[in-house]
């Protein structure tokens, strides 16, 4: 447990040595995660207080508050209503290959991860010309998404939206709203090989629903996935997938098989 007044010291010190120009909620942010960094502040110490970094940093304690809460929206630290606050205890990250053929359930259990997948809903778009040219599909075809939430550990850390058509799979309206494993469901009607031509990356912040389902702060990046998962057999599109990881739950593995 770190001493609060060694890190009151630390902090005094790093405060002093840097231009007075830079913007005093970014410093004291700044300064926080060098103290974490270093680890002189350790998980679970509690954090100075609020009047203690405004008077050490020469501003009102609504600076600092702003600042704090920044922190807390990272999930960085966390509060304890009436004692402070206090730095998180980081868990531990999954390794995900974002690369090959092997769907995500398949990889989860193979690294021996306790995977539960639960469907969230099975939703017909509207029209999307983007997805629907990925598909192959009419403006007049009906496509459906199908979302799933991955629980590993006990934390919600990633959305699956599998985006198909049902001039391809007649049941999938009904059946999607079932769908725990895409692969699973092709497998099931025959398919047995896949492959995909291109897959994307970006970054983006959760939506407000994101946000709910994964548990997660509006401030904590999510990376995005997207592809298409194609018979190899046939060379057909079965669907186009865009899969949404809290950035803070992973490290990624992108060797190329």
Do not use: W
């Not at 447990?1 to 005093?24: F, G, H, Q, W, Y």
């Not at 103290?35 to 600076?63: C, F, G, W």
């Not at 209503?81 to 259990?109: A, C, I, P, W």
């Not at 996935?225 to 046939?234: F, G, L, Q, V, Y």
């Amino acid at each position: 447990m770190a001493d609060i007044s060694c890190i009151m010291k630390e902090i005094e010190l790093m405060r002093e040595m840097i231009p007075i120009t830079v913007n005093k909620e970014t410093q004291i942010i700044d300064d926080m995660m060098q103290e974490i960094q270093v680890k002189n502040i350790e998980p679970e110490d509690k954090l100075p207080s609020e009047n203690e970094l405004a008077e050490m940093y020469h501003v009102p304690r609504m600076t600092v508050r702003n600042a704090l809460i920044k922190l807390e929206e990272q999930g960085v630290i966390y509060s304890k209503q009436g004692k402070g606050r206090y730095l998180k205890e980081k868990s531990q990250k999954v390794q995900l290959h974002l690369t090959g053929k092997t769907s995500f359930t398949d990889k989860m259990n193979e690294a021996g991860h306790s995977l539960i997948t639960r469907n969230v809903s099975c939703e017909k778009i509207k029209y999307d010309e983007k997805i629907y040219h990925i598909l192959h599909a009419d403006e007049s075809d009906a496509v459906y998404k199908i979302a799933r939430l991955r629980i590993i550990n006990d934390e919600p850390i990633a959305i699956h939206n599998s985006y198909v058509c049902e001039a391809n799979f007649p049941e999938i309206a009904e059946d999607g709203r079932k769908i725990e494993s895409m692969f699973a469901y092709y497998r099931g009607l025959g398919y047995t090989d896949f492959s995909s031509s291109k897959t994307l990356l970006s970054v983006t912040f959760p939506t407000f629903n994101e946000q709910q389902l994964l548990s997660s702060n509006r401030l904590v990046p999510l990376l995005v996935i997207e592809s298409d998962c194609m018979d190899t057999k046939s060379g057909n599109v079965l669907e186009h997938t865009k899969i949404v990881y809290r950035s803070d739950k992973f490290k990624y593995d992108i060797t190329i098989d």
